[in-house]
Every structure is written in structure tokens, then in C-alpha cells.
């Protein structure tokens, strides 16, 4: 075997080996996120984002509007779009 050959079956190999390297990493990096995000998942089940609802207080139809005009809310400022 030359010496030729060898440093072109070296640099093969290494080429070889940086790609399966390279796979590897890449495939266990995704795995590895898959599990991250498995995590954050689970952690999440529980939590339940509430939509934007019970910010303030909130006034009831039927209560005196808080304007002071002494309607009914919905007769009152609910119309108005306050
Ligand atoms: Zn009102």
C-alpha cells in the first residue's frame, strides 16, 4: 500500500466518522429536545392559562351601575360600552 492511499483512506474515514459524528449528535440533540419539550409539557399539564376575564372588578347585569345613575348595569353603561 502506498502512502498515498493511506492518507486517502485516513481522510475517508475521517470523513466518514465526522458524518456519522455529526448524525449522532444531530439525532440525540433532537432527541433531547423531544424530552426538554416532553418536560415543559408536563410541567404545563397543570397550569391553565386563564383567558383575560376577572381583571378588576367586574360589575354584575343586574347591579346598580356603578356610574351612579342608578339603572341597572346593562340598562345603563353595559349599553354604552363602558
Ligand atoms: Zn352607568
New binding site residues.
Given amino acids: 500500500m502506498s502512502k498515498a492511499r493511506v492518507v486517502v483512506l485516513v481522510v475517508l474515514v475521517a470523513l466518514i466518522a465526522a458524518f456519522f459524528a455529526f448524525d449522532l449528535k444531530q439525532y440525540f440533540s433532537l432527541d433531547f429536545f423531544k424530552q426538554q419539550q416532553a418536560a415543559i409539557d408536563a410541567s404545563q399539564g397543570d397550569v391553565r392559562i386563564d383567558p383575560i376575564r376577572n381583571r378588576g372588578q367586574r360589575v354584575g347585569r343586574n347591579d346598580p351601575?356603578?356610574?351612579?345613575?342608578g339603572?341597572k348595569?346593562k340598562m345603563?353603561?353595559?349599553r354604552?360600552g363602558?
Fill in positions: 351601575c356603578p356610574c351612579g345613575s339603572k348595569y345603563c353603561c353595559m354604552k363602558g
